[in-house]
């Protein structure tokens, strides 16, 4: 029998009740009411609670559009969004000795996946995110508009996410980047579809990944875990929308056994990037993105990161309004930045995810 404690919207922060309450209050009912995923696209195109504008200022953003999988059937394309974090005009002039690189600075490339359960959302959604990783971290952010479901079921986004790291790893010097320095990140399902291309590239010999951050991670489709149970309602993010996410995701007929569905599942862990972990106690997901960290470890590879006990999955994209989502996203950065070798990062060795 699962113990009972205090409910789950008790054990929230309480700066984070009133948002909490918002975002609920403005989500689709999805898997009841809604289970469209177009019209769950429209309810949220105009829903709009807890503004989280002034957004980032960055020196550039750039839309453009990248060699989609090469036997993907019409994803010939996958649109991206570049954000560097100064302007070309105000960079200083390359030196000698520099080869192709366009900055003298050696600086990260993240290759960002957005959340949205591999079904909703986007680049638009996930703009303050990406500027702010770019701007705190002085990094350049390809954001990634991978293909969705229900249109584009598993293994759709992982195989243009895999396309985007190899092109971000053959861009990589025009980007201004540090090839020793490439990363992987992704909230939510982006989690996931971060942590997968890891997998992808360790079995296809590259790109090499310095560092795979993994913002509360969907990580295994059995959604079975006391996280699931404990969290199930009052927390945003409910046991219910994961369930029709999955369903939307991989089909009747998908199968959420595979590691690029659930890396969970991955038989063998070694030889991984190291990973950067941000949890959330109030999170369906919780368990199982701890229970990665648990097995990262045991597998030789490195974690660091931070736990939130107060905090519900999607909190990091409220700094403006959560002390706890600020400083989480500065440490964030702070893992990204240290990838560059001479770049010293402050959080290093920072509290435990698991």
Not at 27 to 52: H, K, Q, Y
Not at 295 to 304: M, W
Not at 326 to 342: N, R
């Amino acid at each position: 029998m699962t113990p009972v404690g205090p409910s789950a919207p008790s054990r929230l922060s309480p700066a984070a009740r009133p948002l909490v309450a918002a975002l609920s209050a403005a989500f689709p009912d999805l898997g009841g009411a809604v289970t469209d995923a177009a019209e769950a696209r429209r309810i949220l195109a105009t829903a709009a609670p807890g503004s989280r504008k002034p957004l980032p200022a960055v020196g550039a953003v750039v839309g453009r559009t990248i060699p989609g999988p090469p036997a993907a059937s019409g994803a010939s394309e996958i649109p991206v969004r570049v954000y560097d974090p100064v302007h070309r005009e105000t960079a200083p002039a390359r030196s000698e000795g520099e080869g192709k690189n366009r900055h003298p600075h050696p600086r990260p490339t993240v290759l960002f996946f957005h959340g949205g359960g591999y079904t909703l959302c986007g680049l638009d959604s996930h703009d303050a995110t990406a500027r702010g990783l770019a701007a705190r971290a002085g990094a350049v952010v390809v954001s990634v508009g991978y293909r969705l479901a229900p249109e584009h079921r598993f293994p759709a986004a992982a195989d243009d996410a895999y396309a985007a790291l190899r092109w971000a790893a053959a861009e990589i010097h025009a980007l201004g980047g540090d090839p020793g320095a490439l990363v992987t990140a992704g909230d939510s399902s982006g989690g996931g579809l971060a942590t997968a291309v890891a997998l992808k590239a360790r079995e296809a010999g590259g790109p090499d990944i310095a560092l795979q951050v993994l913002l509360y991670p969907v990580l295994d489709a059995a959604q079975n875990t006391a996280s699931y149970r404990e969290n199930a309602t009052g927390c945003f993010l409910t046991a219910a929308h994961m369930r029709w996410f999955w369903q939307q995701y991989l089909g009747p007929d998908g199968d959420g056994t595979h590691p690029l569905a659930s890396p969970l599942r991955a038989a063998d862990l070694t030889g991984l990037p190291p990973a950067y972990l941000v949890t959330a106690g109030c999170d369906p997901l919780r368990d199982e993105a701890l229970a990665y960290a648990r097995r990262l470890r045991a597998a030789g590879v490195p974690v660091t990161g931070r736990h939130w006990p107060g905090m519900f999955h999607g909190f990091l994209g409220f700094p403006a309004q959560l002390a706890d989502a600020d400083e989480a996203l500065t440490g964030v950065a702070e893992a990204i930045a240290a990838t560059v070798k001479d770049r010293k990062n402050s959080g290093e060795g920072g509290g435990g995810a698991g």
